[in-house]
């Protein structure tokens, strides 16, 4: 019985979780592209060459340091939440979530050998990796269903409107 009122909220933390996993995916090119398109590349090997003279527990200070700046930009979406300055407010939070997975993506290139000499640090990317892959596994079935919906293939109710629409857009495109 719980374990039946648990699943949606597995399922949204399984779909939380891979939107986070999507966007660091998709923002380290981005990021990747700033980089080579600004004079950032002599700044990557700068830090680079800093990073490799340090300690692993010094390279994990300077993997969690860009996430401070950050902070206050999270602040500001809240109060412009709370002033009900809606449109601000999930701008001003989307840039954050998107600078901030973008910069960490970054910073964890330039610090990924570093941070893996720290066998705590290697298990616990291990198990973050592992839940990514039980995430996708969770969310398939849906996604495979919503994509059947979406495309029209199926028996079920849904399917058969969505060929009804299509049906009807195609005749009043004939029509035209």
Same mark, same amino acid.
């Given at each position: 019985?719980?374990?039946?009122?648990?699943?949606?909220?597995?399922?949204?933390?399984?779909?939380?979780?891979?939107?986070?996993?999507?966007?660091?995916?998709?923002?380290?090119?981005?990021?990747?592209?700033?980089? *080579?398109?600004?004079? /950032?590349?002599? $700044?990557?090997?700068? /830090? @680079?060459?800093?990073?490799?003279?340090?300690?692993? *527990?010094? @390279?994990?200070?300077? $993997?969690?340091?860009?996430?401070?700046?950050?902070?206050?930009?999270?602040?500001?979406?809240?109060?412009?939440?709370?002033? =009900?300055?809606?449109?601000?407010?999930? $701008?001003?939070? !989307?840039?954050?979530?998107? /600078?901030?997975?973008?910069? @960490?993506? $970054?910073?964890?290139?330039?610090?990924?050998?570093? /941070?893996?000499?720290?066998?705590?640090?290697?298990?616990?990317?291990?198990?973050?990796?592992?839940? &990514?892959?039980? *995430?996708? =596994?969770?969310?398939?079935?849906?996604?495979?269903?919503?994509?059947?919906?979406?495309?029209?293939?199926?028996?079920?109710?849904?399917?058969? @409107?969505?060929? !009804?629409?299509?049906?009807? &857009?195609?005749?009043?495109?004939?029509?035209?």
């Amino acid at each position: 019985m719980l374990r039946r009122l648990l699943q949606p909220v597995w399922v949204l933390l399984a779909i939380i979780f891979l939107i986070e996993a999507w966007l660091w995916d998709h923002l380290e090119p981005i990021v990747a592209r700033v980089v *080579a398109a600004i004079p /950032l590349a002599r $700044f990557k090997q700068w /830090l @680079t060459e800093r990073v490799d003279a340090l300690s692993p *527990a010094m @390279t994990l200070i300077v $993997f969690a340091v860009p996430i401070i700046p950050l902070f206050p930009l999270k602040l500001v979406g809240l109060w412009l939440l709370a002033h =009900e300055y809606w449109t601000s407010a999930v $701008f001003t939070i !989307l840039f954050a979530k998107m /600078l901030g997975v973008g910069v @960490t993506a $970054f910073v964890f290139d330039v610090t990924r050998d570093k /941070l893996m000499e720290m066998p705590w640090f290697e298990r616990l990317y291990d198990l973050v990796m592992k839940l &990514r892959a039980k *995430a996708a =596994e969770l969310v398939d079935p849906i996604k495979r269903r919503i994509k059947e919906i979406i495309s029209g293939n199926g028996e079920g109710w849904s399917s058969r @409107t969505l060929r !009804l629409i299509q049906r009807f &857009r195609k005749s009043v495109h004939e029509a035209r």
